[in-house]
């Protein structure tokens, strides 16, 4: 028999259930969390540990899936812990389920910022079932869902130096805020060219958000506004309720913020984004997609293509979810696929890709 396990295929693993590792220090919370993961047929408890100290002994040997993580601990919080955890956890993805994760909180950004692949907010002891059984496992499918193979992407394996660009445009989801800090952090404070994001996130995250990109960019941050000016050396969030899109000045350019549909659903939507950017900036837009489920982005990709602008996507494996950016590598649109500090390495140089 266990040789039979040591020889099973990629299509047998894939049928097991995925490994989940509990770190929290509330035995309670360990003993109901693990009832709903086994009661799933998707998911399997692997192990159940009191504090970090615990959870990092415990992957120096064990391998698993997924990783959820308590934040309010004794010893080493899990935000501090956070990093060395995704470390030990060689490719495992991290849920935070804390009561410190509310919807807009501090902790809850800078645990995406951190790595973190999403958050949930924990309920008190006698709150738990119903609902937040469903947004559980809802959120562990999303993060072992399958998602587009890795197409074959011709890229130049040094970016060719030629005009540069005036604007550079960055969409982004689930595993993004990650991306976004490794990023940021590669390009220089005196880079004055400048960067708008366009991240899924609700609104009442908006505002730390933007201070968090501050300090990882070294530069302002601003939730966007109707009418708002496009300034050199300075980056604008989309804010959680509207598209931004970009329009001409007499001088310059600015922004219009907009509710409609998009091909996505999503809002706010990388598409609109993408699209008026295409428009005022042609060739001279660079276009980042960063980790996200789904393919926004993926259509104001084409818009982009078509004015002769360049797009470079996160890579597979640096990819907390490859949907938005392997949408689109698969649909041809892509210049370049690279790991987010080198992506950031590549802006600051502004060499725009041939």
């Not at 995704?86 to 994760?101: D, H, I, M, Q």
């Not at 390009?187 to 958000?209: C, D, E, N, R, W």
């Amino acid at each position: 028999m266990a040789l039979q396990l040591d020889i099973a295929g990629p299509a047998a693993k894939a049928a097991m259930p995925a490994r989940v590792l509990i770190v929290d220090d509330s035995v309670v919370a360990r003993s109901v969390l693990g009832r709903m993961i086994d009661g799933t047929r998707r998911f399997m408890v692997a192990g159940a540990v009191s504090d970090a100290h615990a959870a990092l002994q415990y992957l120096k040997t064990q391998e698993v899936d997924i990783i959820l993580l308590d934040i309010e601990m004794p010893g080493i919080d899990g935000l501090t812990a956070l990093p060395d955890l995704l470390a030990a956890g060689r490719g495992a993805k991290v849920l935070v389920v804390s009561s410190s994760a509310d919807e807009g909180a501090a902790a809850t950004v800078q645990a995406l910022a951190l790595g973190a692949a999403d958050t949930l907010v924990k309920p008190g002891v006698g709150a738990f079932g119903g609902r937040f059984a469903e947004v559980l496992e809802e959120k562990l499918s999303r993060l072992v869902e399958s998602h587009v193979e890795a197409p074959v992407v011709h890229q130049p394996t040094r970016p060719a130096v030629s005009d540069d660009y005036d604007i550079v445009a960055i969409g982004a989801s689930t595993g993004g805020i990650h991306a976004l800090s490794q990023l940021l952090r590669a390009i220089p404070a005196s880079f004055q060219v400048p960067i708008l994001v366009t991240q899924h996130l609700p609104p009442s995250f908006m505002s730390y958000f933007a201070a968090q990109l501050a300090v990882l960019g070294s530069r302002p941050c601003e939730v966007a506004t109707d009418c708002m000016r496009i300034r050199p050396g300075r980056i604008i969030v989309a804010p959680g309720e509207a598209h931004m899109r970009v329009v001409r000045m007499s001088e310059g350019a600015a922004i219009r913020l907009t509710h409609e549909k998009s091909y996505s659903g999503c809002m706010p939507s990388v598409d609109p984004m993408f699209e008026s950017i295409a428009d005022v900036f042609g060739s001279r837009a660079l276009a980042i997609v960063l980790s996200g489920m789904g393919r926004d982005g993926c259509e104001g990709a084409k818009n982009l293509v078509d004015a002769g602008a360049r797009i470079v996507v996160q890579d597979r494996e640096s990819s907390v979810v490859w949907g938005m950016p392997g949408a689109v590598a698969s649909a041809g649109r892509a210049s370049a696929v690279l790991p987010p500090d080198e992506i950031g390495r590549l802006v600051a140089s502004r060499r725009r890709l041939s």
